[in-house]
C-alpha cells in the first residue's frame, strides 16, 4: 500500500511549487531521504523540476540505463521523465496555502530558509502549521 506525499519547495518570490510522491512517504523514509540527501536550494529545484515522481531516492539524475521498468537503484523515479506521462509541478501562492491543501498523507517543505520541515496530513488544515516540524528531527528507522 502506497504512503502518498507532498513535496514542495518555498519560492523566493513566497509562492511555493510541489510535486506529488506516490511510494514511501512517512517522514522515516522521504523526510529523512529529504534532509540527508536534498540538502541545498539547487538539489531540491531539481527535484521539484521533475513533476510527480514515483519514489524519491538518493539521485535526481541517473549515471546510466535508467527507466520506469528498470530503474537504477538510488535515481528518483520521474513519471514525466521516466514514464512520458504530462509534467505535473503544483503552484501554490504561499506556505499556508500549501500546508493548509491537500498533503496526501504527509507534506515536506524546503523552506526561505533552506530547512526541510514535514507535517501528517492528518491534522486538520487550520493546525499543520503549528504542528510542522523539523525533517532533521526525524528519529532514525
Not at 108 to 136: H, N, Q
Amino acid at each position: 500500500m502506497a504512503t502518498r506525499s507532498k513535496i514542495a519547495i518555498e519560492n523566493a518570490d513566497g509562492t511555493v511549487s510541489a510535486i506529488y510522491c506516490h511510494w514511501d512517504g512517512y517522514p522515516q523514509h522521504n523526510g529523512m531521504m529529504l534532509a540527508e540527501n536534498y540538502t541545498n536550494r539547487e538539489k531540491v529545484q531539481q527535484l521539484i523540476d521533475l513533476g510527480s515522481i514515483s519514489s524519491l531516492r538518493e539521485y535526481v539524475f541517473p549515471e546510466g540505463e535508467h527507466s520506469f521498468e528498470r530503474p537504477e537503484s538510488a535515481t528518483t523515479i520521474a513519471y514525466h521523465r521516466d514514464r512520458g506521462e504530462d509534467l505535473v509541478i503544483e503552484q501554490y501562492s504561499s506556505v499556508d496555502e500549501y500546508l493548509k491543501g491537500d498533503l496526501e498523507e504527509y507534506g515536506y517543505l524546503f523552506t526561505a530558509d533552506d530547512e526541510w520541515i514535514w507535517v501528517d496530513g492528518d491534522y486538520s488544515p487550520s493546525d499543520r502549521v503549528k504542528y510542522a516540524k523539523k525533517c532533521s528531527e526525524i528519529e532514525s528507522r
